[in-house]
């Protein structure tokens, strides 16, 4: 069974720049996650679906950060325009609505 | 109001001793449900256990045990026989019935040296 998958895997953008992650979850997990981890810390969930509704958006910096997650699968996490202190790894999890939550690999952010 | 602890910042110990990692949880719900999960120096989160409120016994995998006590609210995790590729960031959560968001530690940072 295929994991979750991210993209891109890196990513160095200047500030003011607009910037955007994609997550393919497990097959059938109707349930998607995005967290910031800042280096030392642990994750930060910012936006909660299910299926293609949101759950829970209320750490999301709403006037920079958006997210979609069309059709109930793919989900997309934007940032726009990115700061200095958006540097930090974006890790996309899924899960089945009450089972663990299954991570990605993370896209590294680097704000310049 | 929920919130877990992971006192021990960062543990360095030599290959081949054990070592037990602690975590403590608060939460005055009834349900609820433990995680410990791995983050290895690639950066993926791995899962390692889920463990809900009702079951208390030890779980043992492999060199990975697990020791849950509802009476002092912890959740250890022991490597035994431990290896330089269990160094990693460990990390204990918890999850309500509720809405199933992890609420996460702080992590505990572990070395092991050959």
């Known amino acids: 069974e295929a994991g979750v998958a991210q993209s891109p895997r890196y990513k160095i953008i200047e500030k003011r720049q607009s910037v955007a992650f994609w997550c393919n979850p497990i097959?059938?997990?109707?349930?998607l996650y995005w967290y910031q981890q800042i280096l030392g810390q642990g994750p930060k969930l910012l936006i909660q679906?299910?299926?293609?509704?949101?759950?829970?958006d209320s750490q999301l910096p709403k006037d920079r950060f958006s997210a979609e997650r069309l059709k109930g699968v793919d989900s997309t996490l934007k940032i726009q325009p990115a700061k200095l202190e958006d540097s930090a790894v974006y890790l996309c999890?899924?899960?089945?609505?009450?089972?663990?939550?299954?991570f990605g690999p993370g896209t590294r952010l680097t704000v310049l | 109001a929920q919130k877990v602890t992971q006192a021990q910042t960062e543990i360095s110990v030599v290959e081949k001793e054990d070592v037990t990692l602690d975590c403590v949880y608060e939460?005055?719900?009834?349900?609820?449900?433990l995680f410990w999960y791995k983050q290895p120096p690639s950066g993926e989160l791995v899962f390692l256990i889920r463990r809900n409120s009702f079951d208390e016994q030890n779980e043992i995998s492999g060199r990975y045990s697990w020791n849950f006590q509802k009476s002092t609210s912890s959740f250890n995790f022991t490597i035994t026989a431990s290896q330089v590729v269990d160094s990693a960031v460990y990390f204990c959560a918890l999850s309500l019935d509720s809405n199933y968001q992890l609420i996460w530690g702080a992590g505990t940072k572990l070395i092991i040296k050959p």
């Open positions: 999890a899924s899960s089945l609505v009450t089972g663990e939550q299954f």
């Open positions: 679906f299910q299926n293609n509704g949101v759950v829970d």
């Open positions: 097959s059938g997990h109707a349930t």
């Open positions: 939460t005055r719900d009834t349900t609820y449900y």
